[in-house]
C-alpha cells in the first residue's frame, strides 16, 4: 500500500510539472523572434497579446494523462507482477522452512542415531579395548612365566655345560692315561721280548757252556793226577759259578713271573678303565640327550607359547578342547603347511588353531641348530 500511494503522488507531481513545462514552452514559442532590437523610439508600441488554444493544451494533457495512465496501469501491472513474485517468494520461503524443519528434525534424528552408534561403538572398543588389556595381561603373565622357564633352562644349561665340561675333562684325563697305559704296554711288550731275547741267549750259552764242561770233564779225565785238584778246584769254582748263574737265572725267572703278573694285572686294569671309560662316556650321551630332550621341550614350549598368543578363541568352543597339530616349514621357520592330525571334535575350534599357526609364522627358532625340523608335531591346549 505504501508503494501505490508513493506511485500516485509521484504521478500527481509529474503531472503537474509537465503542464508548467507545457505553458511554458508555449510561451515562448508565441514570442515574436525575427525582428533584430531595434532602438527604443519615443512612439509606444503596442503590447500583442498571444492567444493560446485551449483546445490544444487540453488535448496536450489528456495525451499526458493517458500516458500517465498507461504509465499507472503499467505500474500497477509491473507492482502486481511484483508482488505475486513476492508472494511466491513467500510460498518458496515457507516451503523451504517447512523443507528445513524436516531436514533439522531428519537431522537431529541422525545425530541421535548416530550418537546412539557412537555410544555402542564406544562401549564396543571400551569392550574390545578391555579384552585387549586381559589379552594383554595374559600375555605378559605368559611372557614372566616364558622368562622363568627360560631363566632356568639357562641355569640347566649352564649347570649341564659344567657337568658336559667336567665330564670332557674326566674324559681327557682318561684319554691322557691310556694313552699313557698303552705307552706302557709298548714299553712292556719290548722289555719282554728283550728278556726273552736274553733268556734265548743265556739257554744257549748255558748249552754251550755245558757242553764245554762235559769237554773239559773228558779231557780232566785223561790228564795226569796231579792236574785233577787243580781240574777240580776249577770244576768247583765252575759249579760254584754255574750255580751262582742259576740262581740268576732264577732270579730272573722270577722278575719275569712278576713282571707277568703285573702285566696282567695292567690288563685286568686297563680293561676296568675301558669299562669305567665307556660308563662315563654312557653317561655323558646321556646327559646329552637329557639336555637335548629339554632343549627340545623349550623348543616345542616357545612354539606353544607363540600359537597360544595369536590364537583367537572361535563362538562356541568350550574349555578343556585340545587337538594335535604337524605342522611343515622351511629353514627360518616359515610356516607352508598346517594338518590337524587328531582334531578336538569341534570344527571351529581346529580352523582357528590353524589360523593362529598361520598368524605365527615364522615359527621361533631352536637355541640349537640341530633340532630344527621341516615337520614338527605338537598339542594345543589353550590356556583358559
Known amino acids: 500500500m505504501k508503494l501505490k500511494s508513493f506511485i500516485d503522488n509521484f504521478t500527481a507531481t509529474s503531472l503537474a510539472i509537465i503542464v508548467h ?16 532590437a531595434s532602438p527604443p ?5 503596442p503590447v500583442k497579446a498571444v492567444v493560446v488554444d485551449e483546445s490544444e493544451v487540453a488535448e496536450e494533457i489528456e495525451q499526458i494523462k493517458r500516458r500517465e495512465e498507461k504509465k499507472r496501469k503499467n505500474e500497477e501491472k ?36 548416530r550418537d546412539d552408534n557412537a555410544r555402542k561403538q564406544q562401549e564396543e572398543a571400551a569392550k574390545a579395548l578391555a579384552e585387549i588389556r586381559r589379552q594383554r595381561a595374559r600375555e605378559l603373565e605368559e611372557l614372566e612365566k616364558l622368562k622363568r622357564q627360560e631363566s632356568d633352562v639357562e641355569k640347566r644349561r649352564l649347570e649341564d655345560e659344567a657337568a658336559l665340561a667336567v665330564l670332557a675333562a674326566q674324559h681327557k684325563a682318561l684319554t691322557d692315561e691310556k694313552r699313557k697305559i698303552e705307552e706302557a704296554k709298548r714299553r712292556a711288550q719290548a722289555e719282554r721280548k728283550r728278556v726273552e731275547e736274553q733268556t734265548r741267549k743265556a739257554k744257549a750259552a748255558r748249552e754251550a757252556e755245558q757242553k764245554r764242561v762235559a769237554a773239559v770233564a773228558a779231557a780232566a779225565a785223561a790228564k795226569a793226577a796231579e792236574d785233577k785238584k787243580r781240574k777240580q778246584e776249577a770244576a768247583e769254582r765252575e759249579a760254584e759259578e754255574q750255580r751262582k748263574r742259576a740262581e740268576a737265572e732264577e732270579r730272573r725267572m722270577e722278575e719275569e713271573r712278576k713282571r707277568a703278573e703285573a702285566e696282567e694285572r695292567r690288563k685286568l686294569e686297563e680293561k676296568a678303565l675301558r669299562e669305567q671309560m665307556a660308563l662315563e662316556q654312557a653317561q655323558l650321551d646321556a646327559q646329552r640327550a637329557r639336555l637335548r630332550d629339554r632343549n627340545l621341550a623349550e623348543y616345542i614350549g616357545q612354539i606353544q607359547a607363540t600359537v597360544n598368543r595369536n590364537w583367537i578363541r572361535p563362538p562356541g568352543a568350550t574349555k578343556g578342547l585340545k587337538c594335535t597339530v604337524k605342522v611343515a616349514q622351511i629353514p627360518g621357520g616359515e610356516v607352508i603347511r598346517v594338518v590337524i592330525t587328531n582334531g578336538s571334535g569341534n570344527v571351529a575350534f581346529d580352523r582357528s588353531v590353524e589360523n593362529a599357526v598361520l598368524r605365527s609364522s615364522p615359527l621361533p627358532q631352536p637355541k640349537d641348530p640341530s633340532l630344527f625340523d621341516r615337520e614338527i608335531k605338537f598339542e594345543f591346549e589353550p590356556e583358559d
Open 21 to 36: 513545462v507545457v505553458l511554458l514552452g508555449i510561451l515562448v514559442l508565441s514570442l515574436d523572434w525575427s525582428n533584430p
Open 41 to 45: 523610439s519615443s512612439r509606444v508600441e
Open 78 to 113: 509491473r507492482t502486481r507482477a511484483l508482488e505475486r513474485e513476492a508472494q511466491k517468494a513467500r510460498e518458496q520461503r515457507r516451503e523451504e522452512e517447512k523443507r528445513l524443519s524436516e531436514l533439522q528434525r531428519r537431522l537431529a534424528e541422525e545425530r541421535h542415531k
